[in-house]
């Protein structure tokens, strides 16, 4: 789920002590401010807007921006009204919609390359309005169903598989379409990665709050300043979004995903951050908590269980999928080998193998694509 708490901030001020100037205008209709200012919190934007009495009394709030709209206003078929200004930055076209939502997903795939990967061919994404959306909220049978104000996703089993279904509330402007997008998706991630019982055992602030994490870092390596303002600052997590980007930089990424798969706590603590380490192994009853590494004697049996799966091949970036993790040349990352987490590092990386070390050894494998 992907939500927003919106509140329309209004400070009534005098201005006594400042004189209404000739240039003095209703951010608004533009008209002359006489006694009295309305302040108003511009929610795209984020800055402060002097509104005469009048236009502060209107109704109809633009639902991007959170300001009464004026007269050329644009008004929706489920009710949503939209300001002029944001009424033209609005995505209205499904079809431009959900081009941007490939586009983002690409990108998340390439910006968390190294630690993961999102679901894609059993995710069907769809366009709503407002009403369709509350409706999605009433279906009954779905194994999950996550209502929120921008986007809900559901889950729904068969004899076929798993698939999920991220609807989408239409109107947005192209950043909050591609901030709700990559937190709706996080949550597909969830259900793949993530065992039952410790989703059941997760606190669910700390599960939107991971959600809001990884929009925020793909936002934010985009440039999306404003956006990326608005998930810190909306507390719609109660504060876990501040936890987990504070964690994150402290730690790293792949100490965050190994918590939300193995965390021993139900949610990170602000008092010890520290905890985000705090792992339950797969193999408790078995081995110690920590990842178990393979020794060097037997690095020949830990070759053959490594599979490479695919090559994106750049001669300045090239990058090679190993047992689900994404490689590129000096990386060393830990792979899932039954209940043993291995470190492996990539040597090189060619056309069509790469050159890979386990951790510990001297001794270094290439593995080949099939058919190669």
């Known amino acids: 789920m992907r939500a927003v708490i919106l509140s329309l901030i209004v400070t009534m001020a005098s201005l006594t002590g400042r004189l209404v100037a000739a240039q003095d205008v209703c951010g608004i209709c533009g008209g002359r401010l006489e006694r009295v200012v309305y302040f108003l919190t511009d929610k795209v934007v984020g800055d402060k807007k002097e509104v005469c009495e009048k236009c502060a009394r209107v109704t109809e709030i633009c639902y991007q921006c959170g300001l009464p709209t004026a007269a050329d206003r644009m008004a929706l078929a489920d009710g949503r009204v939209l300001c002029a200004r944001d009424g033209k930055s609005a995505v209205l076209d499904n079809a431009v919609a959900l081009q941007i939502c490939q586009e983002t997903k690409d990108a998340q795939d390439r910006h968390f390359s190294r630690f993961t990967t999102f679901p894609e061919t059993n995710v069907v994404v769809a366009m709503v309005d407002r009403v369709n ?12 169903g996550c209502p929120g104000i921008l986007g809900y996703t559901s889950q729904e089993t068969n004899e076929f598989g798993r698939s999920y279904h991220i609807s989408l509330m239409s109107g947005l402007t192209k950043s909050a379409l591609k901030a709700v997008y990559t937190h709706e998706l996080v949550h597909t991630w969830i259900f793949e990665n993530v065992s039952p019982a410790r989703q059941a ?5 700390a599960r939107e709050g991971f959600c809001e994490l990884v929009s925020y870092l793909l936002l934010n390596a985009q440039g999306e300043r404003t956006e990326t303002e608005l998930i810190r600052s909306n507390d719609y997590t109660r504060g876990h ?25 139900s949610s990170l603590r602000a008092n010890d951050l520290t905890r985000v380490r705090a792992v339950v192994s797969t193999a408790r009853n078995k081995a110690p908590a920590r990842p178990v590494y393979v ?17 994106t091949w750049s001669k300045t970036r090239p990058m090679a999928m190993i047992n689900g ?21 990539c040597l090189s990386i060619t056309e069509d193998s790469v050159l890979v070390q386990a951790a510990g050894s001297s001794e270094s494998q290439t593995l080949k694509l099939k058919g190669r």
């Open 295 to 311: 020794a060097p004697s037997t690095s020949a049996q830990t070759f053959d269980q490594l599979t490479l799966q695919g090559i």
């Open 241 to 265: 979004i501040d936890l987990f980007i504070e964690a994150e930089s402290r730690f790293g990424f792949n100490e965050i995903v190994d918590w939300m798969r193995h965390g021993e706590d």
């Open 201 to 205: 055992r997760m606190n669910p602030d």
């Open 133 to 144: 959306l509350i409706e999605l909220f009433k279906i009954p049978g779905n194994d999950y």
């Open 325 to 345: 993790q994404t490689f590129e040349p000096r990386d060393e990352v830990k792979v899932h080998l039954g209940d043993t987490n291995i470190s492996v590092r």
